[in-house]
């Protein structure tokens, strides 16, 4: 009897002893500890349908439970109770902390991936480096230097759409350039300024036929400018033939009021220095620029003072008689002779004998020239008269 007690007794500690399986779960489960598996779980692949947490064995437990707490005293029970429930609040700890450990990885692995970092394009990179340099340097104005640093972004082959317009701008301001140098005579330099354009292999078309049109034009200016320059500088040199002579060079160029207005002075110089040398008795050197004054403006007078020289110049050969200065209050009987307005006795009585006269020896001509007419008309002179 003693070892029958002693054997139920081993089986009371055993069954009190073995552990009670129980599995958690955030979610609702049926009697048999199970339920359907969510969509939300299926695609985080937890599981693919209805599955059990606790594989029945919360179900034996509860059975053996009963069956020992019938077979058993009231306090084993309880201990036996009180065992399985501590057990239970164990489990059910630690699968809530796995289902939070769960949700808190779920909801990294939410997060949107980042997006990738856009690829570098390296040319196009260098494209914009060389822009800023060009357009730094056209701020400079270093116009060719700045088509230079341009040209590199097209042997880059990139879209020069928006470098077509910066080459038209700064070419633009190499002909403004040209211009300008034009407006202030500076020649050479508006050349200069306007073969750029020219050596520029991108000009278009349109732009190197205007650049042509101003480097002619500009050769035309020039080709005055040096005329009219040479013409002042002759007319203060009295070198008047040379003046008239690039005055028409000039006018070949271009019309203009200027050259009209050099041609106008340079006639009225060239008189009062003609008259200064007949007025010297330079019969021969007054004679040139009366022809000269004759050959550029045809006026009637200039040849009737050449025809009077010419005959001063016939006695002169002649005679050898040294024409006096026709300056000075009282002139000669020749000077006195050649005004047609003078109407006195003794100029009828003088052109009746003239030729006769002419034709005698020297000394019976000369005081026609040296002999004042006030002293003529006072007697001096008479038998010779």
Known sequence: MKTNWIGLGLVILLIITQPISAFAHSGR??????????????????????????SGNSGSSSSSSNSSSSSS????????????????SSNTSNSSTGSSSNTSSSSQSEKPAPKP?????????EADEHTSIAKSLVKEEKYVEALKEIEKVYDLNKDTSAIDSFVATTVSSIYSNAENALKDKEYDEAKKEANKILEYDR????????????????????????????????????????VFESLEEAAEVKESDKTEQIREETIQKLEKDAKELYNNAKLKQAKTQYNLLFEVNKKDVYQDLITEIE??????????????????????????????????????????KLESLVGNAKDNVIFIFEKSITELFNGGEKDAA
Do not use: M, W
């Not at 005293?73 to 201990?79: E, Q």
């Not at 036929?209 to 203060?236: G, H, V």
């Open 29 to 54: 489960t049926d009697s048999s500890g199970g339920h359907n598996c969510s969509q939300k779980s299926i695609d985080k692949g937890l599981c693919t349908g209805y599955h059990n947490h606790n």
């Open 73 to 88: 005293s009231n306090s084993s029970s309880n201990s036996s109770s009180g065992s399985s429930t501590s057990s239970q």
């Open 117 to 125: 970092e856009p690829k570098i394009d390296e040319k196009q990179v």
């Open 203 to 242: 000009t278009s078309e349109k732009i190197v036929t205007e650049t042509e049109e101003l480097i002619s034009k500009i050769e035309t200016e020039e080709k005055y400018e040096e005329a009219i320059e040479r013409a002042e500088n002759k007319l203060d040199e009295k070198a008047f033939r040379e």
């Open 311 to 352: 005959g001063e110049e016939r006695l002169v050969d002649t005679y050898g008689l040294d024409v006096p200065d026709k300056q000075g209050d009282s002139i000669s009987l020749y000077e006195h002779l050649q005004i047609e307005d003078n109407e006195t006795p003794y100029q009828e009585k003088v052109v009746d």
